[in-house]
C-alpha cells in the first residue's frame, strides 16, 4: 500500500479546466494509478486510469476532455480535466491498484462547476 494525498479541486465556470495532482508516499511504478469522482446523492464512479507501463482508460463521459498522466520519479498521477461541465462536479479520489486490488485511496478533492 501507499497513502496518497489529492490536491488541486476548487470552484470552476463552465468550460473551464483544473488540473488535479495525486501525490504517493512510495514508489507507484508497479500500480496502476486511477480516478473515481461521487457526485453528491450519487453513487462513486470511475473516471479514468493509467497502468504502470503508461496507457490510459477513459469513461465515456470524460474521453477527450480529461486527460491522466503520471510521472513516476515523483510518484505522482495527474488529472487534466478541460472543458468542464456541471455534471464533472463531485469529490475525485485517486486510488492504487495492484493485481486486481484496490487497496489504497485518497482523501478525495472537492471539484465544483458552477457558473
Known amino acids: 500500500q501507499v497513502q496518497l494525498v489529492e490536491s488541486g479541486g476548487g470552484l470552476v465556470q463552465p468550460g473551464g479546466s483544473l488540473r488535479l495532482s495525486c501525490a504517493a508516499s512510495g514508489s507507484i511504478v508497479r500500480f496502476t494509478m486511477g480516478w473515481y469522482r461521487q457526485a453528491p446523492g450519487k453513487q462513486r464512479e470511475f473516471v479514468a486510469d493509467i497502468s504502470g507501463g503508461g496507457s490510459p482508460n477513459y469513461a465515456d463521459s470524460v474521453r477527450g476532455r480529461f486527460t491522466i498522466s503520471r510521472d513516476n520519479a515523483k510518484s505522482t498521477v495527474f488529472l487534466q480535466m478541460n472543458s468542464l461541465k456541471p455534471e464533472d462536479t463531485g469529490v475525485y479520489y485517486c486510488?492504487?491498484?495492484?493485481?486486481?486490488?484496490?487497496?489504497?485511496w485518497g482523501q478525495g478533492t472537492q471539484v465544483t462547476v458552477s457558473s
Open positions: 486510488y492504487a491498484e495492484l493485481f486486481g486490488e484496490r487497496d489504497s
